[in-house]
């Protein structure tokens, strides 16, 4: 390195944000995620004892994977460099494995490569660092807010260890805050800023999590805030406000946390509860996410839970789909919320669901049950020589317009699929069933 190497780096370390220089050095300086760093915790043994294998760091932004990985840099023996997935090529990778290939050849050191959001890279790109993680040339630290079983290959799953990384608490955050605005060295303390309990409570609660976010937001109030009479900046509510204007949403729509919110959105209509229903619709519209899929989704349940408990349920549904397609957001969002409210709050039946399920099975198991003759098409030509639509007996010419005849193939003719339940209108449904074929048996 030389010197303009060193002066820029040195000015860099200055003006990187608040987040990037608060970075702890040492492991007792990391906040939170003591679940996996706790003293009595693998990773801090392995971290102090400088005995790393292979990991990979899965949580939401702001959690702290870079930072754990930064803290390894500062602990280990070993040669630690540092890739982002979102940037590098094949090139770049074949110069970190020729380089650790001569670390470890020469100087007998280890390579601990940090490749940042790994789930960016694509399967070949995966595929290139197998075989010298696998022989020991690097030790991979990979750092991803996606689902790893879903994002990176089930060879390198296999061997690494994962670690998942939660949301920081308040407390945490609240800690990290107070942490910035104090610290002469690497915070604001120069400052001397004064956060108020009211902004500190506040920013901790719409961080959600996220340090970063916190972070940023009292770096920017810091920053921008005249000081007040005492000499002092001081960080009321109204300027955390406006530091933090909206809530940090950790909602990534190809993700793990898109698929856990659909599916608690789901499960609440179909459990009933119209107030957890709209509450994930809106976590789901705050995030950006598709109306279209939403409104899908909520067909779907009108149909697979709602059922013929109330058939009107799938009307509003479909009628939901169609509105939001012409009007749009922000309107959709009402409309969605009707449609929302209406679905969970109907009465449930999975019959009809549950007798398509049946249906297809019989099906798959007697693909070539005959149709009785009776029900065939007589029409075409040389049908009626067949004996198609022979002994059909018209339901309109006997009572309740019903006759029993058999519908089924042979061997299906007594099967039930379709068991209405007492639910809702189904009630009124079984109830009719079971008075025509009754009264047609007598």
């Not at 809106?282 to 995030?287: G, P, T, V, W």
Request: a negative charge.
């Amino acid at each position: 390195m030389d010197l303009f190497d060193y002066m820029r780096r040195q000015n860099m370390e200055k003006e990187a944000p608040l987040a990037s220089r608060l970075r702890p050095v040492t492991l007792d300086e990391v906040v939170g995620q003591q679940h996996i760093i706790g003293k009595d915790k693998l990773l801090y043994r392995a971290i102090l004892a400088d005995q790393l294998s292979s990991i990979i760091f899965y949580g939401p932004p702001g959690t702290g994977k870079t930072t754990l990985a930064k803290v390894i840099a500062n602990t280990t023996s070993g040669i630690f460099t540092q890739i982002n997935a979102t940037a590098a090529g094949k090139k770049d990778m074949e110069e970190v494995v020729a380089q650790a290939k001569d670390n470890r050849g020469m100087y007998d050191k280890k390579t601990i490569l940090f490749v940042d959001e790994i789930h960016r890279f694509n399967k070949s790109q995966q595929d290139y660092l197998l075989p010298f993680v696998e022989d020991g040339t690097i030790i991979l630290i990979g750092a991803t807010t996606e689902n790893p079983y879903f994002e990176v290959n089930g060879a390198l799953l296999s061997r690494s260890v994962i670690f998942e990384l939660k949301a920081l608490s308040r407390e945490d955050i609240k800690t990290l805050l107070l942490r910035a605005v104090a610290d002469q060295e690497r915070g604001l303390g120069a400052y001397e800023g004064q956060i108020e309990p009211e902004a500190l409570e506040f920013l901790a609660d719409m961080a959600n999590g996220d340090a970063r976010a916190a972070l940023t937001a009292i770096e920017l109030g810091i920053l921008t805030t005249p000081r007040g009479a005492d000499g002092k900046i001081h960080i009321t509510l109204e300027v955390a406000a406006e530091c933090i204007q909206k809530r940090t949403m950790r909602y990534d729509k190809g993700g793990d946390n898109h698929y856990d919110t659909i599916s608690a959105f789901i499960k609440s209509m179909r459990g009933s509860d119209p107030d957890a229903a709209v509450y994930y619709l809106a976590r789901m519209l705050y995030a950006g996410e598709d109306v279209k899929f939403i409104a899908r989704r909520i067909m779907i349940c009108a149909s697979e839970d709602v059922g013929n408990a109330d058939p009107a349920a799938l009307s509003v549904a479909v009628s939901a789909s169609l509105a939001v397609e012409r009007v749009g957001m922000p309107e959709a969002q009402l409309i969605l919320a009707q449609a929302v409210t209406y679905v969970a709050s109907a009465p449930k039946s999975n019959a009809a669901t549950e007798a398509i399920g049946r249906a297809m099975e019989a099906v798959q198991t007697t693909m070539t049950a005959p149709i009785p003759a009776h029900l065939m098409d007589s029409h075409y030509k040389g049908a009626k020589k067949l004996g198609h639509g022979d002994g059909y007996q018209y339901a309109h010419l006997y009572p309740n317009h019903y006759v029993k005849q058999q519908y089924l193939p042979d061997g299906l003719e007594d099967s039930r699929f379709y068991e209405p339940t007492e639910q809702g209108y189904e009630k009124q449904i079984k109830h009719w069933l079971e008075l025509i074929r009754t009264e047609a048996s007598e």
